[in-house]
C-alpha cells in the first residue's frame, strides 16, 4: 500500500495548514472523482450542517478546517443544497464508495466485543478478500473505503434501496468473518470524520485523523455480489424470528380482498403485485407454505425461485402497506375507508386490530368478504399481446411503435421529452423502462427495456430545435398565460404548444401576496419596487434579451439567502439550476445543467477571480453555446437561464471591460436580521411561498415582465447604478489604489518607482493584479489630471501627487 500519512502534522508549525490540506485534498480528490453533487459537513459543537459542492474541494476544507474538532462529513452526495436539516436518505443521488466503520476497544467504547488494538484490526482488514482503496485511523477506529471506478449516481427510487443492500451486505459479510461489534453503517446518509480533524471525544486528549493508507483499486458493485450471497446463505436459518403470537394466513386472507386476488388470479398477477402478496402471507405462522400455494399459478413459479423471494421479502423487506397496494399497484377493490389496519398480515399478527368473537378465536366474517373477487381488479391492464410474435419471441419495435403512438414523445439538445401534465419534461432510458414494467408486467426484462428505449431514441433523434419557438405564453400550473395582448388571458394546455417548462404556479387574476411586498420592503434599498416586479417577470421567460446577471451582495443575516430561496420555490426546482460563475468557465460539463432552465441560481459565490469571462458573456448573450455531458456526444443550445449569484465579497474578474460590466446588476441588501432581532422572522420563508402568495407575486411578475418587453432594459433605481461603480471600481486595482491611497497636493514630489512600488505592494495585500508601470502612469493621468510628470538627473518623479496612506 501507499502510504499518506499525516502523523507529522503540529499544530504550532507555520506550515501546518498546508500539510493538512495536501492530504486532506489528496483523499478528498480520490474519494469524488468524477463526481457530481452536494457534500455535507456538520460540527458536533456547532450542530449546524451547511453544503459545498463536491468540485470545490479547497472550500470544502477551507470550511473543514475552520471548525476542526469533531467535524464530520457525509460520504455520499445529493444533487442540490437544502435550506435546512441534514441529508435524508431521499436526497442522496450519488455514492463513491462503499465504507465499513470498525471501532477499536478503549474508554471511548463501551462494547467490549471489538478488536483488542489498531494492529489486530488492520490484520483482519488485510485477510479480507477485498482490499479497501483507503483506510483512516478516526481516532477511536478504522474507516475503510471501497471505491468504485465510477461514482454510482442513483436514477430512480429503487437503487437507493439496492445501494443501500450492497453496503449492509457488504458489512454483514465483514460481520460474519469475526466475533467482533460492527458498527452498521449502510444507512445512504452516513457521516464519517474527515481526515485532518481531530476526534475530540476526550477533550482532553484530542487525536487526529489521519490516511493510514491508499491505493489505486477500484470496483464495481458486483465485485462485492459473491461475498454478500455467501452471507446470505449462512444467515438463511437465523435472520427472520416469528413471534408465538403470529398467526395463520388464513386469517389475513379471509380478511382482505387484495389477497383473496391474488389467490383467485394468480396467473394475472404482476410480479410487483405478486412481491406485496409475499410479504404480507410469508410473515404469518405458516406463511411459506402459503406463499407456495398460492404461486403455483404465477407463470414460471418455480419453488427456488419462489423460497429465495421468500427470505428476501421476509430479510430485507417490509410488509407492503394497503396505501401502497391501493396507490401504487391500483388495487380498486378495498372498502371505502379502509379495513382498520395499515398492512394485509395485521389480521394475522396483531391481537389488537383483527376482528375477533368473544371468545377470542375465531374471526368475525367482514360484510362481503367471502364474495369471490371479479376480474378487472386492478387498473393496470395485461400487456398487449402484439408485443409478441406467434412463437411467443418478444418484438422490441412493436413495443417501441405503441409507446410512441400513445404519448407525445419530443427530441431536443441530446434528450427525450415526454408530454406529461402539460408540459414536456424529460426522460432517460430508466423512464422509458418504467414505461416498459408497466405495459409488460411480468413479462418484462431489462434486456427488452434497453431495446426499446435505444429503437424509442434512435427513432426520434432528431436536428430539430423543438423548443425553440416557446416564447409566447407563460406556461403555469392551470394553463398557459397570454400575457402579450392587451388582456390578460388564460388557456388550456396543449401538447402543440412546445414548452418544456412549467412554473409551478396556479395563475389566479386576483391573488395579492401582502407577505412578499413586506419582505422587498425589509431587505430592499428603497425604490426598488417596480424593478423587483420587473426582475420576478424576466425570470418567467426563456428568453434571454435583456442581457442581464444579478448579483445580490450584502454581509451576512440580511435575507440574500431567503431572496434565492423565494427565486427558486417560484420559478420551481425543475427549472432552476445552482452553478458557480467560476464553474460555468472553467468546468466545460457543468454548461450541460443550465439546459432547458429559467434560472441558475449560486448562494455565496467564490471570490476567487473570474479568469474567462467569455462564457459569461455567452450565457446571458442569448448566443448558441457547446455543452456535453460525461460520456456523451457534445450539443449545441441557447442558454434560457438567467444567472443570480449572491456573495459576501464581490467577486475579482480579470475582464474590466464595458462589455462585461454592462451586463451585471449588483443588489445590495442594506439591513441586517441577527438571531433575537424583533424584526427577524424564523418562519418568514414559509409565509411568503404559500400558493396564495405565489399566485399574487405572479400577478406582479406578469405586470413587470409586460412592462420591461415594451420599454426594452430594466428601470434601475439610481442605487443600483452606484452599486455597479463600486463593483467596477473594486475590479480596477488601480482606480482602487489610487482612490484610497493617493491625493493631489500641489507642488509634492513623489518618485514613479515609489508610487507604482506601493501599488504592487497594495495589490499583494489586496489579492489584486498589478498592471504595468506604463498602464499604471496612464490611468494616474486620468484620475489625477493635475498630475505632471517631472524628471531630474537621477529620478523620475510625479508632481502634485501625494501618497497618504
Keep these: 500500500m501507499n502510504l499518506i500519512s499525516i502523523n507529522n502534522y503540529n499544530m504550532a508549525s507555520s506550515n501546518a495548514k498546508a500539510s493538512i490540506d495536501m492530504n486532506t485534498k489528496q483523499f478528498l480528490e480520490a474519494l469524488y472523482s468524477n463526481a457530481e453533487g452536494y457534500i455535507s459537513l456538520w460540527g458536533k459543537s456547532t450542530k449546524k450542517t451547511c453544503f459545498i459542492d463536491v468540485s470545490n474541494i479547497d472550500t470544502i476544507i477551507d470550511t473543514a478546517m475552520s471548525v476542526k474538532n469533531d467535524i464530520y462529513f457525509g460520504v455520499n452526495l445529493g444533487s442540490k443544497p437544502k435550506s435546512e436539516g441534514r441529508f435524508t436518505a431521499e436526497d442522496i443521488t450519488t455514492i463513491p464508495a462503499l465504507y465499513v466503520d470498525i471501532d477499536i476497544a478503549g474508554p471511548n467504547?463501551?462494547?467490549?466485543?471489538?478488536?483488542?488494538?489498531?494492529?489486530?484490526?488492520?490484520?483482519?482488514?488485510?485477510?479480507?478478500?477485498?482490499?479497501?482503496?483507503?483506510?483512516?485511523?478516526?481516532?477511536?477506529?478504522?474507516?475503510?473505503?471501497?471505491?468504485?471506478?465510477?461514482?454510482?449516481?442513483?436514477?430512480?427510487?429503487?437503487?437507493?434501496?439496492?445501494?443501500?443492500?450492497?453496503?449492509?451486505g457488504w458489512q454483514n459479510y465483514i460481520r460474519s468473518r469475526t466475533k467482533w461489534n460492527i458498527d452498521s453503517t449502510y444507512d445512504l446518509p452516513r457521516v464519517l470524520r474527515i481526515p485532518g480533524t481531530f476526534n475530540c471525544k476526550n477533550p482532553e486528549i484530542p487525536v487526529e485523523v489521519t490516511v493510514l493508507s491508499s491505493n489505486d483499486n477500484r470496483y464495481n458493485q458486483s465485485d462485492f455480489s459473491q461475498y454478500i450471497a455467501e452471507v446470505v446463505k449462512v444467515e438463511k436459518r437465523d435472520r427472520f424470528k416469528r413471534n408465538p403470537s403470529d398467526g395463520p394466513a388464513k386469517l389475513a386472507i379471509d380478511n382482505c380482498k387484495f389477497l383473496q386476488a391474488c389467490r383467485d388470479h394468480a396467473a394475472e398477477l404482476s410480479e410487483s403485485q405478486w412481491v406485496a402478496m409475499i410479504t404480507n402471507v410469508a410473515r404469518c405462522s405458516d406463511g411459506p407454505e402459503i406463499v407456495h400455494e398460492l404461486s403455483k399459478s404465477y407463470p414460471g413459479y418455480t419453488e427456488q425461485e419462489t423460497t429465495n423471494k421468500i427470505y428476501h421479502c421476509l430479510n430485507d423487506m417490509q410488509a407492503q402497506t394497503c396505501g401502497y397496494i391501493q396507490e401504487s399497484l391500483?388495487?380498486?377493490?378495498?372498502?371505502?375507508?379502509?379495513?382498520?389496519?395499515?398492512?394485509?398480515?395485521?389480521?394475522?399478527?396483531?391481537?389488537?386490530?383483527?376482528?375477533?368473537?368473544?371468545?377470542?378465536?375465531?374471526?368475525?366474517?367482514?360484510?362481503?368478504?367471502?364474495?369471490?373477487?371479479?376480474?378487472?381488479?386492478?387498473?393496470?391492464?395485461?400487456?398487449?399481446?402484439?408485443?409478441?410474435?406467434?412463437?411467443?419471441?418478444?418484438?422490441?419495435?412493436?413495443?417501441?411503435?405503441?409507446?410512441?403512438?400513445?404519448?407525445?414523445?419530443?427530441?431536443?439538445?441530446?434528450?427525450?421529452?415526454?408530454?406529461?401534465?402539460?408540459?414536456y419534461i424529460p426522460i432517460d432510458f430508466?423512464?422509458?423502462?418504467?414505461?416498459?414494467?408497466?405495459?409488460?408486467?411480468?413479462?418484462?426484462r431489462d434486456s427488452r427495456g434497453t431495446e426499446?428505449?435505444?429503437?424509442?431514441?434512435?427513432?426520434?433523434?432528431?436536428?430539430?430545435?423543438?423548443?425553440?419557438?416557446?416564447?409566447?405564453?407563460?406556461?403555469?400550473?392551470?394553463?398557459?398565460?397570454?400575457?402579450?395582448?392587451?388582456?390578460?388571458?388564460?388557456?388550456?394546455?396543449?401538447?402543440?404548444?412546445?414548452?418544456?417548462?412549467?412554473?409551478p404556479v396556479v395563475y389566479d387574476k386576483n391573488a395579492k401576496c401582502p407577505n412578499i411586498l413586506k419582505f422587498f420592503n425589509d431587505v430592499l434599498p428603497n425604490g426598488c419596487q417596480e424593478f423587483i416586479e420587473e426582475l420576478f417577470g424576466y425570470f418567467l421567460v426563456t428568453s434571454t434579451v435583456i442581457q442581464k446577471a444579478f448579483l445580490l451582495y450584502s454581509g451576512g443575516e440580511s435575507g440574500k439567502s431567503i431572496f434565492l430561496d423565494l427565486v427558486g420555490r417560484f420559478v420551481g426546482d425543475n427549472n432552476t439550476s445552482h452553478e458557480s460563475l467560476q464553474d460555468l468557465s472553467?468546468?466545460?460539463?457543468?454548461?450541460?445543467?443550465?439546459?432547458?432552465?429559467?434560472?441558475?441560481?449560486?448562494?455565496?459565490?467564490?471570490?476567487?477571480?473570474?479568469?474567462?469571462?467569455?462564457?459569461?458573456?455567452?450565457?446571458?448573450?442569448?448566443?448558441?453555446?457547446?455543452?456535453?455531458?460525461?460520456?456523451?456526444?457534445?450539443?449545441?443550445?441557447?442558454?434560457?437561464?438567467?444567472?443570480?449569484?449572491?456573495?459576501?465579497?464581490?467577486?475579482?474578474?480579470?475582464?474590466?471591460?464595458?462589455?462585461?460590466?454592462?451586463?451585471?446588476?449588483?443588489?445590495?441588501?442594506?439591513?441586517?436580521?441577527?438571531?433575537?432581532?424583533?424584526?427577524?422572522?424564523?418562519?418568514?420563508?414559509?409565509?411568503?411561498?404559500?400558493?396564495?402568495?405565489?399566485?399574487?407575486?405572479?400577478?406582479?411578475?406578469?405586470?413587470?415582465?409586460?412592462?420591461?418587453?415594451?420599454?426594452?432594459?430594466?428601470?434601475?433605481?439610481?442605487?443600483?447604478?452606484?452599486?455597479?461603480?463600486?463593483?467596477?471600481?473594486?475590479?480596477?486595482?488601480?482606480?482602487?489604489?489610487?482612490?484610497?491611497?493617493?491625493?493631489?497636493?500641489?507642488?509634492?514630489?513623489?518618485?514613479?518607482?515609489?508610487?507604482?512600488?506601493?501599488?504592487?505592494?497594495?495589490?499583494?495585500?489586496?489579492?489584486?493584479?498589478?498592471?504595468?508601470?506604463?498602464?499604471?502612469?496612464?490611468?494616474?493621468?486620468?484620475?489625477?489630471?493635475?498630475?505632471?510628470?517631472?524628471?531630474?538627473?537621477?529620478?523620475?518623479?510625479?508632481?502634485?501627487?501625494?501618497?497618504?496612506?
Design 430 to 444: 430508466t423512464k422509458i423502462k418504467q414505461i416498459c414494467i408497466d405495459l409488460l408486467g411480468k413479462d418484462y
Design 452 to 503: 426499446v428505449a435505444r429503437y424509442i431514441q434512435t427513432s426520434k433523434l432528431s436536428d430539430e430545435n423543438f423548443f425553440e419557438g416557446a416564447t409566447e405564453f407563460l406556461n403555469v400550473k392551470n394553463g398557459l398565460v397570454n400575457f402579450r395582448d392587451h388582456e390578460i388571458k388564460l388557456l388550456p394546455h396543449t401538447s402543440d404548444y412546445h414548452s418544456e417548462i412549467q412554473i
Design 109 to 168: 467504547h463501551k462494547s467490549k466485543n471489538l478488536p483488542a488494538d489498531m494492529n489486530q484490526a488492520l490484520t483482519f482488514i488485510n485477510e479480507l478478500p477485498i482490499e479497501p482503496s483507503i483506510i483512516v485511523s478516526s481516532g477511536s477506529g478504522l474507516h475503510c473505503y471501497y471505491i468504485f471506478k465510477e461514482p454510482w449516481k442513483l436514477e430512480p427510487p429503487e437503487e437507493r434501496l439496492q445501494a443501500q443492500s450492497i453496503s449492509k
Design 330 to 423: 391500483g388495487f380498486k377493490m378495498c372498502p371505502d375507508g379502509g379495513c382498520g389496519v395499515k398492512a394485509p398480515c395485521s389480521w394475522a399478527l396483531s391481537t389488537n386490530k383483527v376482528r375477533r368473537t368473544n371468545d377470542g378465536t375465531k374471526l368475525e366474517a367482514i360484510e362481503d368478504f367471502d364474495k369471490p373477487v371479479p376480474d378487472g381488479f386492478f387498473d393496470a391492464d395485461i400487456p398487449p399481446k402484439e408485443f409478441f410474435d406467434g412463437s411467443g419471441k418478444f418484438v422490441p419495435p412493436q413495443l417501441a411503435e405503441y409507446i410512441m403512438a400513445t404519448n407525445t414523445l419530443a427530441y431536443d439538445h441530446g434528450s427525450l421529452f415526454i408530454y406529461q401534465n402539460g408540459v
Design 586 to 805: 472553467e468546468n466545460k460539463f457543468r454548461k450541460a445543467s443550465l439546459v432547458g432552465k429559467l434560472v441558475n441560481v449560486f448562494a455565496d459565490i467564490p471570490s476567487r477571480s473570474i479568469e474567462d469571462s467569455s462564457i459569461f458573456k455567452t450565457l446571458t448573450g442569448g448566443d448558441w453555446i457547446t455543452a456535453e455531458k460525461k460520456g456523451e456526444k457534445p450539443f449545441k443550445f441557447r442558454n434560457t437561464a438567467k444567472l443570480i449569484f449572491s456573495c459576501n465579497e464581490l467577486p475579482r474578474s480579470k475582464d474590466h471591460s464595458h462589455g462585461f460590466f454592462r451586463r451585471w446588476i449588483v443588489i445590495t441588501f442594506p439591513n441586517q436580521f441577527p438571531p433575537g432581532s424583533p424584526q427577524r422572522d424564523p418562519f418568514i420563508i414559509n409565509k411568503i411561498t404559500t400558493a396564495e402568495e405565489l399566485s399574487g407575486l405572479l400577478n406582479l411578475s406578469i405586470n413587470g415582465l409586460r412592462r420591461l418587453f415594451k420599454r426594452g432594459h430594466f428601470l434601475e433605481p439610481e442605487i443600483l447604478a452606484q452599486n455597479l461603480e463600486k463593483y467596477k471600481l473594486s475590479n480596477d486595482s488601480v482606480s482602487l489604489f489610487l482612490a484610497e491611497c493617493c491625493e493631489e497636493k500641489t507642488g509634492n514630489i513623489e518618485t514613479k518607482s515609489f508610487i507604482y512600488n506601493r501599488y504592487s505592494d497594495f495589490c499583494k495585500c489586496n489579492g489584486l493584479h498589478p498592471v504595468s508601470s506604463i498602464k499604471f502612469n496612464k490611468k494616474l493621468l486620468e484620475v489625477f489630471p493635475n498630475a505632471k510628470e517631472y524628471r531630474t538627473k537621477e529620478t523620475r518623479n510625479w508632481l502634485n501627487i501625494v501618497v497618504i496612506n
